[in-house]
């Protein structure tokens, strides 16, 4: 059998790099300017392909910026089923999306795939780091917006205490802090990390040059806990019309309760595979498959984000075509064992949620109809 991937290990530096002399912004801007290779950033900024171990999908090139996808937009989550069956190993295109399912069901691995580069850096250079050294959910959400939350158990609290401007000595002092406790932990070292969290910082308080060249790209990573907030915080999501006990449930969200953030950060500093692929390569996902084999693994999660709908423009028969398709794939490979589906609907917002448990090609059929018959008119002006 032709193997069409292969993996890659990209063995970034670890010595100690000093930043004393120099202001951060300045060592950030000379640090990405040591590396080679270069993906859609702004042209000043030279940096590493790849996180430091990803499964390449041979022959896979990168799509155009506007499908790149650091965090989810998916802001009525709290519509999909808090469904807590467990499984072995979720593999998952769509971010922060991926983690809420993972930790709804408690997976032992979490997969997270894209068919651009740049969410998966972003989830091995930001996303990693942060959560290697934060403790609780308001930790990680602390720094992630930039300034200091009260420790809460209840989000609310955490999010209500969020202010939209602060003072630019408390900013010094905050970025200080907080690059410092960042990349002291021995699994942040690498200077690519340093790189990208000194930029976060630089982006947010907008007191460096853009680390994209693409707007929209620029737009969503200075923004990001923005995202967060819009995603997450039960207040504005209770406002907008979610079930209080729905986003109060402890596994609504990677971060709404202890229990929950543990799992996530179980899973995102210590059972993690990066995968840049499309959704339907037969030969990443056979690599997969023998990975959960390898390692006991029986139950196996797909979710797909809203890949096919966006991916078809919302053509009800060539989306139930490819669905049907990768559900086939997915069963001939893993022969007679179960598996579930988990896809977001439509182009934009508001978005709608199916799951499917395959388990026979009668089932496949099922969930073709269904997909078929809940398809979004594209000739709708959704949600205005």
Known sequence: MRVFWAVFLLVISTFSFQFAEASWIECALNLGAKFDKVVPFATRDRIPLIPPSVLLSAGH????????????????????????????????????????????????????????????????????????????????????????????????????AFKNEIPMDYVNEFIQTATRKILSHPKNSGEFTAFIVRNYYANLFKLGPPLFEHRRLQNIFSGIFGYFKRRYDPNLLIEFGADPAIVNHPYFSFLSSQSAFDRFKRLITGALTLVHMPYDDPDMISALEVIARDRGFERTT??????????????????????????????????????????????????????????????IESAAIQHFENTPSPLVQIGR
Do not use: C
């Not at 996303?127 to 403790?135: M, Q």
């Open 61 to 160: 090139s990168e799509p155009n910026p506007d499908f790149s996808f650091v965090v989810s937009n998916e802001t009525n989550f709290y519509l999909r089923e808090v469904e807590t069956e467990p499984t072995d190993m979720l593999i998952g295109f769509g971010t922060n999306s991926a983690w809420d399912l993972a930790v709804r069901k408690n997976a032992k691995h979490l997969v997270v795939g894209d068919w651009s580069i740049i969410p998966l850096i972003f989830q091995w250079h930001l996303f990693r780091p942060l959560a290697e050294v934060s403790r609780t959910p308001a930790e990680f959400l602390s720094l992630l917006g930039g300034q200091v939350l009260p420790e809460s158990d209840s989000l609310k609290t955490v999010f209500a």
């Open 302 to 363: 797909y979710s797909l984000s809203n890949i096919i709908d966006v991916s078809t423009n919302l053509d009800p028969s060539l989306g139930s075509e490819r669905f049907a398709k990768f559900a086939q794939m997915v069963f001939n490979i893993r022969g007679t064992r179960p598996f579930q589906i988990f896809q977001t609907r439509s182009n934009r917002d508001p978005y709608g949620y199916q799951q499917f448990t395959i388990g026979s090609v009668s089932d």
